[in-house]
T-cell receptor, first 111, second 116 residues
Framework: EDQVTQSPEALRLQEGESSSLNCSYTVSGLRGLFWYRQDPGKGPEFLFTLYSAGEEKEKERLKATLTKKESFLHITAPKPEDSATYLCAVQAETGANNLFFGTGTRLTVIP | DTAVSQTPKYLVTQMGNDKSIKCEQNLGHDTMYWYKQDSKKFLKIMFSYNNKELIINETVPNRFSPKSPDKAHLNLHINSLELGDSAVYFC???????????????FGPGTRLTVT
């Protein structure tokens, strides 16, 4: 059965303090791994798609990496506006086009 | 321009009622979805739908039914509402899977349903 586990559940950082969020996954053939950001009261906002082990993608202070078992979202010198819940999701090669989500990491960046 | 929109934003209703949530996307996508986010913030697929195929998550009660008047709309109808249906419901859309290796999904702002 497809499974996605994110850690930590919550993370508090000082502004400028870099860190990483983890997404461990088990899927019957990975078609894609997705990172989303969700602000309170809003829908998930797409950040990255990763397709194969070794792939990396960057956007501003965020960098996502992928191995055969996990993905990391590295946050460099975070700012308070980076505070949000970060969701990881996988899409399997078989079956429908839907995403299987983890429970997210709630990030708080303190000024 | 809003890519994926949902109405209403909030819906408060009593047990036993029937209600609908509307979703529209202007991204030209051909596949749409409904997800449910529970109180623990876990997002779970309910349906995926394009003009050829409806795929239903087997755990979804048959009181829930998607209706698509056209490619840009996928509404969610819920009959005989129960307390456990209280959650946030998200609509999403993407290109069809067979058009590429994988496509990201774009989500609407959500509808918070409260059943009393």
């Amino acid at each position: 059965e497809d499974q996605v586990t994110q850690s930590p559940e919550a993370l508090r950082l000082q502004e400028g303090e870099s860190s990483s969020l983890n997404c461990s996954y088990t899927v019957s053939g990975l078609r894609g791994l997705f990172w989303y950001r969700q602000d309170p009261g809003k829908g998930p906002e797409f950040l990255f798609t990763l397709y194969s082990a070794g792939e990396e993608k960057e956007k501003e202070r965020l960098k996502a990496t992928l191995t055969k078992k996990e993905s990391f979202l590295h946050i460099t010198a975070p700012k308070p506006e980076d505070s949000a819940t970060y969701l990881c999701a996988v899409q399997a090669e078989t079956g429908a086009n839907n995403l299987f989500f983890g429970t997210g990491t709630r990030l708080t960046v303190i000024p | 321009d809003t890519a994926v929109s949902q109405t209403p934003k909030y819906l408060v209703t009593q047990m036993g009622n029937d209600k609908s949530i509307k979703c529209e996307q202007n991204l030209g996508h051909d596949t749409m979805y409904w997800y449910k986010q529970d109180s623990k913030k876990f997002l779970k697929i309910m349906f995926s739908y394009n003009n050829k195929e409806l795929i239903i998550n087997e755990t979804v009660p048959n009181r829930f039914s998607p209706k698509s008047p056209d490619k840009a709309h996928l509404n969610l109808h819920i009959n005989s509402l129960e307390l456990g249906d209280s959650a946030v419901y998200f609509c999403a859309s993407s290109h069809r899977l067979d058009r590429g290796p994988s496509y990201e999904q774009y989500f609407g702002p959500g509808t918070r349903l409260t059943v009393t």
